[in-house]
């Protein structure tokens, strides 16, 4: 049972996110709601809100995540933060979402 990301995986994020400009994180590392299980997905809630200092853009989808990032105490230091983690995946596969197309209506 994987219930959180190990300290050479957060080190190995760090390094191939260092460089990157736009990340999306779209669920937690683990199961941070518990603080036993929370490093992984705390360490990279830090690493987004150091490379958003940087100039990256960071887009935080889905109620986990956005509780992680909220938790963590970095939900402010974030790009762009919303609740809606699949509707944010469907608009990332260019579909139109009904809500934003009702708005196109008359």
Same mark, same amino acid.
């Given at each position: 049972?994987?219930?959180?990301?190990?300290?050479?995986?957060?080190?190995?994020?760090? /390094?191939?996110?260092?460089? !990157?400009?736009?990340?999306?994180?779209?669920?937690?590392? #683990?199961?941070? &709601?518990? &603080?036993?299980?929370?490093?992984?997905?705390?360490?990279?809630?830090?690493?987004?809100?150091?490379?958003?200092?940087?100039?990256?853009?960071?887009?935080?989808?889905?109620?986990?995540?956005?509780?992680? !990032? /909220?938790?963590? #105490?970095?939900?402010? &230091?974030?790009?762009?933060?919303?609740?809606?983690?699949?509707?944010?995946? &469907?608009?990332?596969?260019?579909?139109?979402?009904?809500?934003?197309?009702?708005?196109?209506?008359?």
């Amino acid at each position: 049972m994987g219930l959180d990301n190990g300290p050479e995986s957060t080190k190995e994020q760090k /390094e191939f996110l260092a460089d !990157c400009k736009t990340v999306i994180m779209n669920g937690p590392m #683990g199961v941070f &709601e518990f &603080e036993k299980f929370n490093k992984g997905t705390f360490g990279i809630v830090d690493i987004l809100a150091d490379i958003t200092k940087k100039g990256a853009v960071t887009i935080i989808g889905g109620g986990d995540s956005v509780a992680a !990032c /909220e938790q963590s #105490g970095k939900a402010g &230091e974030m790009s762009h933060i919303s609740t809606g983690g699949g509707a944010s995946l &469907e608009l990332l596969e260019g579909k139109v979402l009904p809500g934003v197309a009702a708005l196109a209506e008359k």
